[in-house]
């Protein structure tokens, strides 16, 4: 069974800080590892990511993949109130569906 | 383009009753998957259809069933409502079998 577990279950910081999310998994044929944004209902894509050591990046937020060690992590730096959303990752395996785990709670503070 | 929709945008419904969620994917998406999440954990995979066919089925009971049509829309179907099934379900679609885009969701109670 394909697993993913996500680290810390939530976090807190003040505008300006850099957050590093965690994610490690277990998945019968890895194809993909994707990272999403969920404010209130609709996780919002960011990244996904199907090679190890290429770092993705968009603006504040990268994120890269150690296919090996099997994790990713996703970086923000000078994070801002509208980055505090939950932060979800999720991969894919040979069954080409989804498994997600339980999420980053991210709350910047002013 | 239009996102993932998804309607109705909220549902209460009584234990015992049945309930159609539906999705429309994005144009020229093929794929389209449900997900339910509840409170505190990620989405939990339940169906995925591609070019009406399904590709694959999560751990979820019978009464769960799903059908995806000739354009591509689908319809999520949940009978004899249990109090647990109250969570969000999440429509996802891609053009084939990766990268999902969601939609907003449908936020069901069950009382």
């Known amino acids: 069974e394909d697993k993913v577990v996500q680290s810390p279950l939530s976090l807190v910081v003040h505008e300006g800080d850099t957050v590093t999310l965690n994610c490690s998994y277990e998945?019968?044929?890895?194809?993909?590892l994707l990272w999403y944004k969920q404010e209130k209902k609709a996780p919002t894509f960011l990244f996904m990511l199907?090679?190890?050591?290429i770092e993705k990046k968009s603006g504040r937020l990268s994120s890269i993949l150690d296919k090996k060690e099997l994790f990713s992590i996703l970086n923000i730096t000078a994070t801002q109130t509208g980055d505090s959303a939950i932060y979800l990752c999720?991969?894919?395996?040979?069954?080409?569906?989804?498994?997600f785990g339980s999420g980053t709670q991210l709350t910047v503070l002013p | 383009d239009a996102g993932v929709t998804q309607s109705p945008t909220h549902l209460i419904k009584t234990r015992g009753q049945h309930v159609t969620l539906r999705c429309s994917p994005i144009?020229?998406?093929?794929?389209v998957s449900w997900y339910q999440q509840v409170l505190g954990q990620g989405p939990q995979f339940i169906f995925q259809?591609?070019?009406?066919?399904?590709?694959g089925r999560g751990n979820f009971p019978d009464r769960f069933s799903a059908r995806q049509f000739p354009n591509y829309s689908s319809e999520l179907n949940v009978n004899a409502l249990l109090l647990g099934d109250s969570a969000l379900y999440l429509c996802?679609?891609?053009?084939?079998?990766?990268?999902?885009?969601f939609g907003q969701g449908t936020r069901l109670t069950v009382v």
């Open positions: 996802a679609s891609s053009r084939d079998l990766t990268e999902a885009f």
């Open positions: 998945v019968t044929n890895f194809r993909s």
């Open positions: 199907t090679s190890s050591g």
């Open positions: 999720a991969v894919e395996g040979s069954a080409r569906q989804l498994t």
């Open positions: 144009s020229g998406h093929k794929s």
């Open positions: 259809y591609y070019e009406k066919e399904e590709r």
